[in-house]
T-cell receptor
Framework: DGGITQSPKYLFRKEGQNVTLSCEQNLNHDAMYWYRQDPGQGLRLIYYSQIVNDFQKGDIAEGYSVSREKKESFPLTVTSAQKNPTAFYLC????????????FGSGTRLTVV | AQSVTQLGSHVSVSEGALVLLRCNYSSSVPPYLFWYVQYPNQGLQLLLKYTSAATLVKGINGFEAEFKKSETSFHLTKPSAHMSDAAEYFCAVSSLSGNTPLVFGKGTRLSVIA
């Protein structure tokens, strides 16, 4: 079955360490997105990519980095520069066309201690 | 720029009662609109979408939404709430070109009381 997979589901890291969250899709979608979710703040866009080898900053890109070397993959690195990285991270993908909504992964909960 | 406003961060209803979750959009032209549901510690799932084919849109789990251009609204309703409907609901808007990310509302948490 086609879908979008985020791994791991839960991630614990020590403060000051970089950590990479995985996002893989087999839907042949062109665009992929990373969102951060904190209680009461909805979804905030971190980065997005509409084609391979190209990506754009979202509203809260500081302290994060991404790559898009393959259509299927869009990993997110949370760097030590991110001041408050503990959050729920959601990856999504979308095929071309405004009529299409997102398909979301099941999320990764990152806790930095 | 497009925006979405969801009125009420938390809505509580009794089991069997009407569910009404409000969404108003701001857009210079009628956009495409979406409602998503999120259960705890999960991703978002598409409930329904408005793509201008019909103003009353039926979705999964008995939900429906009506697009009202004059009120710039796309409220989500369900005639009779079930305990399993307790979740967070997000309204989102897409540009006509689809070249920009969806814009999400801040979400409404629905509680269902037995």
């Amino acid at each position: 079955d086609g879908g979008i997979t985020q791994s791991p589901k839960y991630l614990f890291r020590k403060e000051g360490q970089n950590v990479t969250l995985s996002c893989e899709q087999n839907l042949n979608h062109d665009a992929m997105y990373w969102y951060r979710q904190d209680p009461g703040q909805g979804l905030r866009l971190i980065y997005y990519s509409q084609i391979v080898n190209d990506f754009q900053k979202g509203d809260i890109a500081e302290g994060y980095s991404v790559s898009r070397e393959k259509k299927e993959s869009f990993p997110l690195t949370v760097t030590s520069a991110q001041k408050n990285p503990t959050a729920f991270y959601l990856c999504a993908s979308r095929s071309q066309g405004a009529l299409n909504g997102y398909t979301f992964g099941s999320g990764t909960r990152l806790t930095v201690v | 720029a497009q925006s979405v406003t969801q009125l009420g961060s938390h809505v509580s209803v009794s089991e069997g009662a009407l569910v009404l979750l409000r969404c108003n959009y701001s857009s210079s032209v009628p956009p495409y609109l979406f409602w998503y549901v999120q259960y705890p510690n999960q991703g978002l799932q598409l409930l329904l979408k408005y793509t201008s084919a019909a103003t009353l849109v039926k979705g999964i789990n008995g939900f429906e939404a009506e697009f009202k251009k004059s009120e710039t609204s796309f409220h989500l309703t369900k005639p009779s709430a079930h305990m399993s409907d307790a979740a967070e609901y997000f309204c989102a808007v897409s540009s006509l070109s689809g070249n920009t990310p969806l814009v999400f509302g801040k979400g409404t948490r629905l509680s269902v009381i037995a």
